[in-house]
């Protein structure tokens, strides 16, 4: 218990020296559609009127900006603090707040890797988390990416702590959890689906119809409480039935108007949004100019689109079929290397919608060969580990595989932008986690493993602030 404490204190100090570091020597990548300041006025204004984006994260700006205007009020908080102006500031103070969830989901993957795994492995997987640069440039993104990613590792942790011991108050945590990361980004919707499957973990004669039925009904239950009070909200505004948000439409839409190029694997929003989506939105709105806060607007944009997309699905049903194939093909190929360009590019100053074949600077491109090369190693590692894992009915390991089938799915459907594959980055690195667990390597050799990865990842990381 005591190495286990010491060890927990060492990987919170080196995560916050080199959040620390990296915050001070580089700037964050900001900034990405709208996220930030739709919860921002949600805090001043008190309302949330729109329907096109998520609430999740939206939310969490608000209560974070909420929860710093309530420490601002304590007396022992005046104008001496040498932190007051810092606290003045609505980007820092988020940005602070994220930074304070990657401590502490690295310290909550540590104490769930290290249950049934050698402490000085467990310790390299969440210390890896914690200081790859995937996840330090993600922290610094103000928009849902990170929270989404932090809420991925502990609804997954809670739901592979459900699978252990199925009990009902585990599995309606577990399926509060995930309702709140879909209220965050709505992929999840579809995960009761995978989920129905995981009492296959579970060997004997008792594996009948009602334990699946149970398993799923209470999971389901628990992501009800948390997406149904938003679903009430948007029927009241709006009249319709919608889980979340009214985006599906514009996603199914953008993956049926032309083939995906299999040499890029991706095709450009803004591009496609301009040549066909605009025209449209001109037609039903009036206005070639989006509206986001318009309810009235989203409704019949989102129902324009969805009657396209069905429409060209059937009319020209290879198109569809293509891209599905090239957008599974990405998603698991993908090694999120367009962050490393999207911050990089932010440090010399480049917008990050511009220019998108500029190489990265030296010595950041060693840097991110280090990071993809990184990401190559645990994605060979986590499939093998999460392969050995189902075959010997490890809970984490059907979990991990449950999630990671179901993001796999939602992101092939729907468009796919070279940004969304980061959600694969925290069920990558617990895969990697199951492998020096499963694949029967030596205490020496598992930590030596880890060790060689964290080390690639703090470097590639310090390489980017260069």
């Known amino acids: 218990m005591r190495h286990r404490v010491l060890a927990a204190i060492v990987l919170c100090i080196l995560i916050t020296a080199l959040l620390v570091f990296i915050s001070v020597a580089s700037s964050p990548v900001g900034e990405i559609e709208e996220h930030f300041e739709l919860g921002r006025q949600w805090r001043t204004t008190g309302g949330f009127p729109a329907v096109l984006r998520p609430p999740g994260y939206p939310a969490f700006v608000a209560l974070t900006l909420l929860a710093r205007d309530g420490l601002q009020s304590l007396p022992l908080i005046g ?30 993957l540590f104490w769930f890797s290290s249950r049934d795994q050698r402490l000085l492995p467990a310790l390299c997987v969440a210390a890896l988390f914690g200081c790859n640069p995937y996840s330090i440039i993600l922290v610094g993104t103000l928009s849902y990416y ?3 990613v932090v809420l991925i590792v502990f609804s997954t942790i809670a739901l592979a702590l459900a699978l252990e011991r199925p009990d009902r108050a585990r599995l309606l945590m577990a399926g509060l959890l995930w309702g709140v990361a879909t209220l965050v980004r709505p992929v999840s919707l579809i995960l009761p689906v995978f989920v129905v499957f995981l009492p296959l973990v579970h060997s004997g004669a008792g594996r009948t119809w009602r334990v699946f039925a149970r398993f799923l009904g209470w999971f389901s239950l628990g992501m009800a409480l948390a997406v149904l009070p938003v679903t009430v909200r948007n029927f009241a505004a709006t009249g319709r039935v919608i889980p979340v948000n009214a985006q599906v ?13 299999s040499h890029t694997g991706y095709l450009t929003w803004t591009v496609l949004w301009a040549e066909h989506g605009v025209p449209v939105m001109a037609r039903v709105t009036g206005s ?14 989102n129902d324009k689109f969805t009657r396209l997309a069905l429409a060209r699905i059937r009319q020209t049903p290879s198109i569809y079929a293509h891209n599905v194939f090239i957008n599974f093909r990405e ?15 932010v440090q010399v100053g480049v917008p990050m919608g511009d220019v998108p074949d500029r190489p990265l600077d030296r010595p950041a491109r060693w840097g991110a060969a280090a990071a993809e090369a990184m990401m190559i190693v645990m994605m060979v590692m986590a499939l093998a580990g999460v392969a050995v894992g189902l075959w010997r009915r490890h809970p984490a ?9 179901s993001m796999v799915v939602a992101h092939s459907i729907m468009f796919l932008t ?18 020096l667990n499963t694949l029967g390597l030596s205490t020496r050799m598992s930590a030596i493993v880890g060790a060689i990865l964290l080390l690639a990842a703090i470097g590639s990381t310090l390489s980017l602030t260069s």
């Open 146 to 148: 990170w929270l989404h």
């Open 79 to 108: 104008s001496r603090w040498p932190f007051t102006g810092a606290l003045n500031d609505d980007k820092v103070v988020v940005l602070a707040a994220q930074g304070l969830l990657l401590v502490l989901t690295s310290g909550a």
């Open 331 to 345: 998603f698991n190929l993908d090694r999120l290397g367009v962050w490393l360009k999207f911050f990089q590019r």
């Open 249 to 261: 439409g514009f996603g199914l839409w953008g993956n049926t108007i032309e083939k995906i190029p």
């Open 418 to 435: 070279p940004r969304y594959p980061y959600v694969k980055l925290p069920l990558v690195i617990v895969g990697a986690g199951i492998a």
């Open 397 to 405: 390991a059907w979990t991990v595989a449950a999630v990671y089938a």
């Open 288 to 301: 070639a100019a989006p509206r986001p806060e318009s309810v009235e607007d989203t409704i019949r944009l």
